[in-house]
């Protein structure tokens, strides 16, 4: 016999109240625009490449660190993953409220993902399965950036079926690469103690693209945006150059001509 999730009022502590300005809106999950950001930087580039890949889609919302409302009768009641992802909703909507109300957005977000700290471990792994899995959403992450100290593991993943979670199948490649599929995203969440921190997250987590084969965050990508950037900065700079030499040149056959208008005169 399973055992259901625990009520909401019951699965997670009821906070203080939380009284947001009128004008307050959701931010975006960008970089430099979030240096406040608990647990920064290890979702932090994460959900920036998750948020770049979902970018032209204006039906999925991604958002690091954002408050979750989930009961329609207190706003005290909210929780704030570290990264969650909502597929078929308003985007636009959404980012002009207080937050994401489930209510309003008219279902639970699809993907939620925690990392592991020394003050949040143990509720990631206990208060908040049967909370995310009360509220309904259909896959909780969770990613350790010691390689397993707090959580027992470095990564693992849960869908929801029936009202209780479910391991999502994980699979260690012989480099050491852990990974695992989300449906939900339609990504590979990877991780690799080995890779280096100033290219992926201190979580050393990254999201895998199998229909490009590529990570999102990968180096080359960024490289080549970079190099087309610049090329279009020298070719805008030779363009301006090409501009102003031709500029010069009508100015001097003007002045020629003045000059040869004014000899005819005389």
Not at 24 to 32: A, H, K, L, M, S
Not at 104 to 128: I, M, N, Q, W, Y
Request: proline share 6%.
């Amino acid at each position: 016999m399973t055992t259901q999730p625990a009520p909401l009022q019951a699965a997670y502590r009821r906070l203080n109240p939380m009284i947001l300005p009128d004008d307050y809106v959701c931010p975006d999950p960008e970089p430099e625009e979030r240096p406040d950001m608990q647990r920064a930087p290890t979702v932090h580039k994460g959900s920036y490449f998750v948020a770049r890949h979902f970018a032209d889609r204006p039906d999925v919302l991604v958002d690091s660190g954002g408050f979750v409302f989930y009961n329609q009768y207190s706003m005290n009641y909210r929780f704030n993953p570290d990264l969650y992802v909502a597929v078929g909703v308003d985007k636009a909507a959404i980012r002009q409220r207080n937050g994401y109300v489930i209510w309003e957005a008219g279902k639970p977000p699809d993907f939620a993902l925690e990392v592991a700290s020394e003050t949040t471990h143990r509720r990631d792994t206990a208060e908040k399965t049967g909370l995310y899995a009360s509220v309904g959403i259909s896959e909780y992450w969770r990613v350790d950036p010691t390689g397993g100290d707090l959580y027992g593991y470095p990564l693992a993943g849960d869908i929801l079926v029936d009202g209780i979670y479910h391991p999502i199948e994980l699979h260690t490649e012989e480099d050491g690469t852990i990974w695992g599929y989300s449906g939900a995203l339609d990504l590979c969440l990877c991780w690799n103690p080995a890779w280096d921190w100033d290219v992926d997250d201190e979580s050393k987590l990254r999201f895998y693209d199998r229909k490009t084969g590529r990570y999102l965050c990968d180096v080359s990508l960024v490289e080549a945006e970079r190099d087309v950037a610049v090329a279009g900065l020298e070719q805008a700079a030779a363009e301006r150059d090409a501009v102003a030499a031709e500029l010069e040149q009508a100015q001097e056959r003007i002045r020629q001509l003045e000059a040869q208008l004014g000899h005819r005169e005389q």
